[in-house]
């Protein structure tokens, strides 16, 4: 009942390639008899594979035995494990390579036998290699750049503290004038500009991110309305508030500083609650309504600080230039602020269309079924 069968496996290509797996013994499937191994010697000295173990079968106990002498040199440190049926035996191969045969000696064994259920050819082999191969690339490729859902979670937290930071910062302005006013009254405009400019500097430098991210895909905001808006009130700030003292302690500096606030507490707010999956109907309301009134408020106030700077540029003559010989023209710096009127109200028209069309996306009026 009990046979004696080391042969050689081919259960993968890593096993065939690298390893030799031997069968040690092992009992025909369906016989009643088990193999019982007791106190297996399993060992390698001089490349040679010695096998004995004490087994119970059909004929009683009995002590089977081997040895087999390898074609190539293998590591001296097998492996075993025991099962009911059989013993299997890991030996791996110092060379990573294929073997013309098993055993030293030519012909084959008399008890030794492949196992062709499980057997491989070279060619079969190396596509499995491959293919393992590719596997693995494809995994540490995965593992450096990221999975999904990390890249996900990382694009997530960045723009959540982006946005939290650009929230606190017009917070903080937003109250500070309104706390003013409450305390100063009508005073509190002239001295708006030393109060909370650097903040507000601080603000619109870090909106360039807005753009970047818009432009790289960090963002599905478009382009062009974030560059407008990016654009049109820096050039209020640092042009027209930033370089010239005059315009630093006008009343329009409160107005312009109050309503760009107003606008950007319940925009930011609203994006920050968006990047952890968060949806408060009343903010989003906000978001998608304060600008109807807020933003072609805050453009009048822009247009309104253009129009009193031209006077103070023209006097001043800053940023005038005189063009060369032959024409000797002397071009205002006045005559780019008219320009700029006209781009301002442009600007306004572009980014209302698009929050337009982003609230009509939110509460447009859905279709009614036709019965």
């Known amino acids: 009942g009990l046979t004696l069968l080391p042969r050689l496996e081919c259960s993968s290509v890593i096993i065939a390639h690298r390893s030799l797996e031997l069968l040690g013994l092992s009992s ?31 004929k009683g106990d009995n002590v089977y035995e081997f040895h087999l002498e390898f074609l190539d040199l293998v590591k001296p440190e097998p492996v075993y494990k025991l099962t009911q ?61 990221g999975s999904p859902e990390t890249l ?15 929230f606190l910062g017009f917070s903080w302005i937003f109250v500070n004038l309104t706390v003013r006013f409450c305390i100063l009254g009508k005073e509190s405009f002239y001295d708006t500009f030393r109060t909370v400019a650097d ?41 027209i508030f930033g370089t010239m003292e005059e315009m630093q302690n006008k009343a329009v500096v409160f107005f312009v500083f109050y309503l760009w606030s107003a606008v950007e507490i319940f925009r930011y707010s609203f994006y920050m609650l968006t990047c952890i999956d968060m949806d408060w109907k009343v903010l989003t309301w906000l978001r998608y309504t304060l600008w109807i009134p807020l933003y072609p408020l805050g453009c009048l106030a822009e247009a309104v ?14 940023f005038s230039f005189t063009l060369p010989y032959p024409v000797k023209i002397k071009v205002r710096f006045s005559f780019f602020l008219q320009i700029y009127l006209i781009m301002i109200f442009l600007g306004l028209y572009i980014n209302f269309r698009h929050l337009y069309k982003q609230r009509r996306r939110r509460y447009g009026q859905k279709k009614k079924k036709i019965h």
């Open 28 to 58: 025909p499937p369906g016989s009643a008899y088990q193999v019982g191994l007791q106190n297996p010697a399993i060992s390698i000295t001089e490349n040679v594979l010695h096998f004995k173990a004490q087994g119970h079968g059909a």
């Open 85 to 145: 049926r059989q013993v299997n035996i890991t030996v791996q191969k110092k060379v990573s390579q294929w073997w013309e045969r098993l055993t030293k000696q030519e012909k084959r064994p008399l008890f030794l036998a492949p196992d062709f259920d499980r057997w491989l050819d070279e060619s079969d082999a190396e596509m499995e290699l491959r293919a393992k191969e590719e596997e693995r690339l494809n995994k540490l490729r995965l593992e450096s750049e």
């Open 152 to 166: 996900t979670n990382l694009r997530k937290g960045y723009l959540f503290m982006y946005n939290l930071v650009q």
């Open 199 to 239: 903040m507000m500097y601080f603000c619109q430098m870090l909106a360039v991110v807005e753009t970047i991210n818009a432009a790289i895909g960090v963002t599905t905001s478009p382009v062009l309305p974030s560059l407008i808006q990016l654009l049109g009130r820096n050039f209020i700030l640092f042009i």
């Open 305 to 318: 600080s253009v129009i009193q700077s031209i006077p103070i540029f023209n006097e001043t003559g800053r």
